[in-house]
T-cell receptor, first 113, second 117 residues
Framework: GNSVTQMEGPVTLSEEAFLTINCTYT??????LFWYVQYPGEGLQLLLK?????DKGSNKGFEATYRKETTSFHLEKGSVQVSDSAVYFC????????????FGRGTSLIVHP | EPEVTQTPSHQVTQMGQEVILRCVPI?????FYWYRQILGQKVEFLVS????????KSEIFDDQFSVERPDGSNFTLKIRSTKLEDSAMYFC???????????????FGSGTRLTVV
């Protein structure tokens, strides 16, 4: 079946540090990959997506590249801000299957001034 | 920006009681979903709903659970006889026509934290 594995959190960084949150996946078909973000007290929001191998999704300074050879979709940002503190969820939607997204556990990011 | 609204934000209930969680979707969205996240665990799919019927459900969504859209606006999740292990954050999500086949994401509500005591 499909699954998503994210690195354990919390990830604690100082402002302007480089961020990487690892995500690897297992899928039976040809998945689309997503990163969602959940700010405190809010719902999950789509941050970025990639629909095929080697695509790079980007938004708000975050980016992630769909790596089929390593089955990964790691989230990166060159310089984090305090306002980036949130929980980040990696997800996949198997275009060859039921389409219903499968989510990871979420990784909490805490950015200190 | 349009929002998905969930109520209540937090509910505490006694074991064995029935609870109803409510969701108001974005007006032009036709696909509705419930997910849950037990503390520290994955966000798990429960059920999808389209055209007034369940289109897909997971193993978690057993006879204890039901969904409906009683008045054409609210989308509800009912848990008939709550158990301690039902304590979780429950998320409603909605999507416009074709959102999944286009590889698009959902719009989520902010969740209802259910605590069963």
């Amino acid at each position: 079946g499909n699954s998503v594995t994210q690195m354990e959190g919390p990830v604690t960084l100082s402002e302007e540090a480089f961020l990487t949150i690892n995500c690897t996946y297992t899928a039976t078909g040809y998945p689309s990959l997503f990163w969602y973000v959940q700010y405190p007290g809010e719902g999950l929001q789509l941050l970025l997506k990639a629909t095929k191998a080697d695509d790079k999704g980007s938004n708000k300074g975050f980016e992630a590249t769909y790596r089929k050879e390593t089955t990964s979709f790691h989230l990166e940002k060159g310089s984090v801000q305090v306002s980036d503190s949130a929980v980040y969820f990696c997800a996949l939607s198997d275009q060859g299957g039921s389409y219903i997204p499968t989510f990871g556990r979420g990784t909490s990011l805490i950015v200190h001034p | 920006e349009p929002e998905v609204t969930q109520t209540p934000s937090h509910q505490v209930t006694q074991m064995g009681q029935e609870v109803i969680l409510r969701c108001v979707p974005i007006s032009n969205h036709l696909y509705f979903y419930w997910y849950r996240q037990i503390l520290g665990q994955k966000v798990e799919f429960l059920v999808s709903f389209y055209n007034n019927e369940i289109s897909e459900k997971s193993e978690i969504f057993d006879d204890q659970f039901s969904v409906e859209r009683p008045d054409g606006s609210n989308f509800t999740l009912k848990i008939r006889s709550t158990k301690l292990e039902d304590s979780a954050m429950y998320f409603c999500a909605t999507g416009p026509p074709g959102h999944l086949t286009r590889g698009e994401g959902y719009t989520f509500g902010s969740g209802t934290r259910l605590t069963v005591v």
